[in-house]
């Protein structure tokens, strides 16, 4: 990691800046107007994801056409699509469950520490045990899933 | 987007503070993920940042596959919490004003050192267990609002928006169960 260009760190901490800034704005950082949201008091937050979307969808689908590759890691652009399998459904239904359960989600939970709301370290907190809880159980079973394997 | 005949009253009800706040803060949050992504091609996504962190304290497999990135998650991460105070700093203490801010009537509001605070009125245990769900579906799903939601719907990726429809669907149903059982805020 030695080699990383001297400008890499500086520019994902703008683009943080600027992702919070935005979160902060939309007023996304507030678990109460998420629940507004849900509860169809207020659904104007679609416009969050779905202005946020459309603004990477466009440098997702213009980048690959100006340039080979990205200037500070060198790394291809490519759509990096992620697999389709029962996980996304479980997943998002239990993420479903805790997001419409607190009103809040990872990315907005950051950015409403930065707001001030001290509170929402309750739920980075049980964001944290959660990933805990379901990396060991995975981890556990990834290594017990091959020892049959290499039995046979 | 074509111009539906839709009752301007049912709009109002439906877009009680209007649209612009929520699409110039979700653009900002689009401009964000397209810095990083145009610097370094990453397609930068926030919950993976609490598998990639607990790598620093755990062995785990699960946890170690992230060492590569937990550096920069960490950075990315803290450049949302300050891109927060930021917002905190100017349009919510009123240093820019700004038609598209309104102070609101939920939470409470307080200041620190003529900067003008905000915190949640909704309860710690739903915080908590909330997140806990948080961190567990995130993880086993794939990605959250801003990996399936904003990248994943922003490539057109099918998975993304299966699990974008999933996610949502099950949230909107779980807050209006809840509200429906009384708990508020």
């Excluded at chain 1, 990205?70 to 652009?77: E, M, N, S, V």
């Excluded at chain 2, 550096?71 to 917002?87: E, K, P, S, Y």
Aim: glycine content about 14%; proline content about 4%; aromatic content about 10%.
């Amino acid at each position: 990691m030695a080699d990383r260009h001297p400008l890499f760190m500086p520019l994902i901490l703008v683009g943080g800046l600027l992702f919070g800034f935005g979160l902060g704005f939309s007023q996304m950082a507030r678990p109460e107007v998420v629940l507004q949201f849900l509860q169809f008091e207020d659904i104007g937050l679609l416009f969050v994801m779905f202005g946020a979307a459309i603004v990477s969808g466009i440098a997702f689908a213009v980048m690959p056409r100006l340039r080979d590759s990205a200037p500070l890691t060198g790394d291809r652009y490519e759509r990096r699509l992620k697999p389709f399998d029962r996980n996304v459904l479980i997943g998002g239904a239990i993420f479903g469950i805790g997001w419409g359960l607190s009103g809040i989600c990872p990315g907005a939970a950051y950015a409403s520490l930065g707001v001030g709301n001290v509170s929402i370290l309750w739920a980075l907190a049980g964001m944290f045990v959660g990933a805990y809880l379901q990396g060991v159980w995975r981890s556990t079973r990834a290594t017990t899933d091959i020892v049959p394997s290499d039995a046979d | 987007m074509v111009a539906d005949p839709v009752p301007l009253q049912l709009t109002a009800e439906l877009f009680p503070n209007g649209i612009s706040r929520y699409a110039v803060g979700g653009m900002l949050v689009g401009l964000g993920t397209v810095v990083i992504y145009v610097g370094t091609g990453i397609p930068a996504g926030a919950s993976t940042f609490l598998e990639s962190t607990l790598s620093y304290v755990s062995g785990q497999s699960r946890f170690q596959r992230y060492v590569a990135s937990r550096d920069w998650r960490v950075v990315f991460t803290l450049g949302i919490i300050l891109g927060g105070l930021a917002f905190a700093a100017t349009v919510q203490s009123g240093v820019i004003t700004t038609s598209l801010y309104e102070a609101g009537t939920t939470g409470e509001r307080y200041e620190v050192g003529g900067v003008t605070l905000w915190a949640t009125d909704v309860q710690a245990w739903r915080l908590l267990v909330g997140g806990l769900f948080v961190g567990i579906g995130t993880r086993i799903g794939k990605g959250c609002t801003s990996g399936h939601g904003v990248c994943g719907v922003g490539s057109a990726s099918k998975t993304s928006i299966v699990g974008v429809m999933t996610f949502l669907t099950v949230a909107i149903a779980t807050a209006q169960i809840v509200a429906a059982l009384g708990v508020s805020p």
